[in-house]
């Protein structure tokens, strides 16, 4: 299976449990995979035979700086969910991280695999 990969995307939300991770907004860092099927655009050379990763990265940029969810673990499943949504789009992985979330680790998060058949 072909992957698309979007690597180290940087964002800006509400995360966290905390009254304080509540207040303003942090920066959260966003690694996606996306497990396709590029034979035919790699023929035919043309964007539409294939799954544009700008708009994968604009979908969860938005919704990772707009949702405000309180744990990585949904944040993550929520970005999975939208790129299953995506047409041409089989399996997904999404890893979200919080840099600097605790001391001395250069950030923390989860990562996660969906399918459309499960």
């Not at 964002?11 to 449990?17: A, L, N």
């Not at 860092?29 to 799954?51: P, Q, R, V, Y």
């Not at 890893?95 to 979330?101: L, N, T």
């Amino acid at each position: 299976m072909d992957q698309i990969i979007i690597s180290d995307l940087l964002v800006r939300g509400i995360i966290g449990v905390n009254d304080w991770e509540r207040e303003k907004p942090q920066d959260i860092l966003l690694n996606i995979t996306l497990f396709t099927d590029l034979s035919k655009a790699g023929e035919t050379d043309n964007i539409h035979d294939s799954i544009n990763y700008r708009t994968i990265a604009k979908l969860a940029q938005a919704h990772a700086e707009s949702a405000g969810r309180f744990t990585v673990e949904a944040l993550a499943a929520d970005i999975a969910r939208q790129c299953l949504d995506i047409s041409g789009v089989n399996k997904v992985r999404v890893r979200v991280e919080k840099p600097h979330a605790v001391r001395y680790a250069r950030s923390v998060g989860v990562e996660i695999e969906r399918s459309r058949d499960g």
